[in-house]
């Protein structure tokens, strides 16, 4: 019997006639499917290049109301920002995007629109991805968005330009992978500790390009914005792509959005579940319930432990980056830099969660840089609405436009060289933040928490 992925593929499968065929197939030479692609999402960073190529070719956008463009990479997220970045060049990107978008009459996003955000946050804002569509989008963390019961993956500029000119991709079925996550989480630990400890026990190759379903009790009990947040590091897991079954709390967060159907289909939509028989190419489990928080320490986001305790041996060049030597306890490492934001953790849930230990306290005077950078503008209101930027702000944290912003080194801004960071976002390798960075990825929480003590400490001590 199928799995849930099986059954969103099988009903994308596209049949095409074939030299030598009477008939149509819908496998193509070599074992390849055609799929259908419903959904494409492009951002500033590569979506002009993509839209300038099918320009010069003559190919037009085959459907432009399935392709949405937003400005979220490299965008400047000091307030009062316009296109002006301090990536040299930048503003050509922009400027370059916008331009083509237009000109294919696609949907854009622009930097000061209210609906401007990080391409994963801004699309279930506004019911773009739907459960049971295929949704694509250059940006490795595409499948953040298989948290709503989608077949979403992230793909290169190349793929991108055939998807939007025939509707199509051709690709293999990846094997499939479920991980089942039993459990209650206990206090003070997230959906990204839950992520950093799969990595921490399986390895940063444990999904080896399958398509990953989480599924348990765990799971069924986050919200969507926990969920999302567990599918966007299956890209740091190696997988393809990650999903988890819809039910009724992803149908209640796409009600009303606004590119989501005016009337659910509801019936199919509930059938978007793995059948209790199928079988999967791989199965890995965790206890929810034995998860501490947790901080990577070193290049990998593989390289995590719980707050308590003290790093292992590892590669030799791993320690050197990142100054720390076996057998040092991670608690009490002091730190420079906080960052809170990223697709992983910039939802109005991880912001009400990090705001509610800064209450009523400081950040540590050792501390150079504090930023908080929300998903998107639609986060950034509500937050404000609950007065949340204040407290970040009275805690002295910046508060920004919304952006990827740091967390990654494209933007043109960039932390003091040699600083060690705390950060809620995904990636900790060699220079990911700017040369010689060296990051901490944790939860909202335990960068909050951080930051007032001046070093890497256990949120769960500040939870009354």
């Known amino acids: 019997m199928p799995s849930l992925v099986e059954k969103i593929w099988r009903t994308h499968r596209v049949a095409v006639s ?3 065929n009477s008939g149509l ?15 494409i999402f492009l951002h500033e960073r590569t979506g002009a290049a993509a839209l300038k190529s099918m320009a010069a070719a003559g190919r037009p956008v085959r459907d432009p109301a399935r392709v949405f463009v937003g400005m979220d990479h490299i965008v400047d997220t000091r307030p ?5 970045t301090l990536m040299p060049g930048g503003q050509g990107f922009i400027s370059e995007t916008r331009a083509a978008a237009r000109a294919a009459g696609l949907t854009v996003f622009d930097v000061t629109d209210r609906d401007q955000g990080i391409v994963h946050v801004i699309s279930p804002e506004l019911g773009i991805v739907l459960p049971g569509c295929t949704l694509v989008a250059p940006d490795s963390h595409t499948c953040t968005q298989g948290a709503f019961g989608a077949l979403a993956w992230g793909i290169g500029s190349s793929e991108a330009e055939h ?8 690709l293999s079925r990846p094997k499939t992978m479920r991980i089942r996550l039993d459990g209650r989480l206990a206090p003070g630990v997230t959906a990204k500790d839950l992520a950093l400890a799969l990595l921490a026990r399986f390895g940063a190759g444990g999904g080896a390009g399958r398509a990953v379903e989480y599924a348990g009790s765990a799971v069924t009990a986050m919200d969507m914005e926990a969920r999302q947040t567990l599918c966007n590091m299956a890209t740091e897991f190696a997988a393809f792509t990650s999903i ?4 009724e709390a992803a149908f209640a967060a796409l009600a009303g959005r ?11 939509w509930r059938t ?6 199928a079988v999967f190419d791989a199965e890995l489990s965790l206890d929810a319930g034995s998860v501490a928080p947790m901080v990577s320490w070193g290049t990998s986001p593989e390289h995590s432990i719980a707050i308590d305790a003290a790093l292992p041996q590892g590669p030799a060049r791993v320690h050197n980056y990142i100054g720390l030597a076996a057998g040092t306890k991670i608690a009490g490492t002091p730190i420079d830099v906080a960052f809170i934001g990223s697709c992983t953790n910039s939802r109005l849930s991880d912001l009400r969660r990090a705001a509610a230990l800064l209450k009523g306290r400081r950040i540590a005077a050792g501390i150079r840089k504090a930023l908080v950078v929300p998903g998107s503008s639609a986060v950034k209101r509500a937050a404000e609405a609950e007065g949340l930027h204040h407290i970040f702000q009275a805690a002295g944290f910046e508060w920004r436009e919304s952006g990827c912003s740091l967390c990654f080194n494209a933007g043109g801004e960039g932390f003091p060289p040699g600083s060690r960071t705390i950060s809620s976002t995904n990636r900790n390798f060699e220079g990911r933040q700017g040369p010689g960075i060296r990051t901490h990825i944790a ?9 007032i003590a001046g070093m890497i400490a256990d949120p769960r001590e500040l939870v009354t």
Request: proline share 11%; charged share 20%; aromatic share 4%.
């Open 272 to 277: 978007l579940a793995s059948d209790a028989d």
């Open 25 to 39: 197939v819908a496998t193509t030479p070599g074992g390849a499917d055609l799929i259908a692609i419903d959904r």
């Open 443 to 451: 939860s909202p929480e335990t960068v909050a928490a951080s930051a």
């Open 80 to 84: 009062g920002r316009s296109d002006q």
């Open 258 to 268: 606004r590119y989501a159907p005016p009337a659910f289909d509801a019936p199919y």
């Open 163 to 170: 998807a939007m000119v025939t509707g199509t991709l051709r």
């Open 244 to 247: 988890i079954a819809p039910d």
């Open 18 to 20: 074939q030299p030598g």
